[in-house]
């Protein structure tokens, strides 16, 4: 089983990492919702579950920021 998801990853290139920002992970988790439900979701970050998706971004973008080192 293969998981799709459109939190953008970390890439490995001949001239280092290239790493995404935490709105762009933001971003990808939203859109991650947004399919999970179907389409329509509201991303407004007040709402429940823009709560959860900042709060799952935040935890992404920790992980890639000790990468950084």
Not at 33 to 44: D, R, T
């Amino acid at each position: 089983m293969t998981i799709q998801t459109n939190v953008p990853s970390i890439q490995f290139t001949p001239q280092g990492l290239i790493l995404p920002s935490e709105q762009e992970i933001l971003n990808g988790v939203l859109a991650d919702f947004n399919a999970a439900f179907g389409g329509g979701l509201s991303q407004n970050l007040e709402t429940p579950q823009g709560q959860l998706a900042s709060s799952i971004a935040a935890i992404i973008a920790d992980k890639i920021i000790k990468l950084r080192g």
